[in-house]
């Protein structure tokens, strides 16, 4: 696919995103190095990142060595899973925002599990750059939820 003409979108949301997580605190817990160290790249403020990590337990570690106000997890970690963090996350930290970044359409069952497990957005990994990723950090930033449209599609069509 051909990228070319949404990179000034993509530029754009970027430094939204920077913008929205200015005043928060946050570990990022991403199976993909790759992506995380992309995501990273665009946090340019001391102390904003408290922690970064590839599996649960170093992520679990983080989160409880830091206490960040923020969590953002990819749903496929090297070892364990995203979704097991953040019900991990809620059970001892309740007021951490987080977000789940999830690789692929998911069984429903599996969506329904990170609603369940108190995720506060549910973003495609695939739209954070583009459309998805603004509206999800905005909404999580002022205390509310968001669930990406083609995640809450296949949520209602169980």
């Known amino acids: 696919m051909d990228f070319t003409p949404q990179i000034r979108q993509i530029q754009r949301?970027?430094?939204?995103?920077?913008?929205?997580?200015?005043?928060?605190?946050?570990?990022?817990?991403?199976?993909?190095?790759?992506?995380?160290?992309?995501?990273?790249?665009?946090?340019?403020?001391?102390?904003?990142?408290?922690?970064?990590?590839?599996?649960?337990?170093?992520?679990?570690a983080l989160l409880k060595r830091h206490r960040p106000d923020f969590l953002v997890v990819t749903d496929q970690l090297e070892q364990g899973c995203g979704i097991r963090l953040v019900e991990r996350t809620k059970a001892c930290q309740p007021q951490v925002r987080t977000l789940l970044l999830v690789?692929?359409?998911?069984?429903p069952a599996k969506l329904q599990a990170a609603v369940q497990a108190g995720c506060d957005g549910l973003c495609l990994e695939s739209g954070m750059g583009l459309d998805a990723g603004t509206p999800a950090l905005r909404a999580i930033c002022d205390g509310g939820t968001y669930i990406d449209r083609p995640l809450s599609d296949l949520l209602r069509s169980r």
């Open 13 to 60: 949301t970027s430094t939204t995103t920077t913008n929205l997580l200015q005043s928060h605190r946050l570990v990022a817990c991403f199976g993909n190095r790759a992506l995380l160290n992309f995501f990273l790249s665009g946090l340019t403020r001391p102390g904003q990142v408290a922690g970064a990590a590839t599996t649960e337990e170093e992520g679990l």
């Open 103 to 107: 690789g692929q359409l998911q069984r």
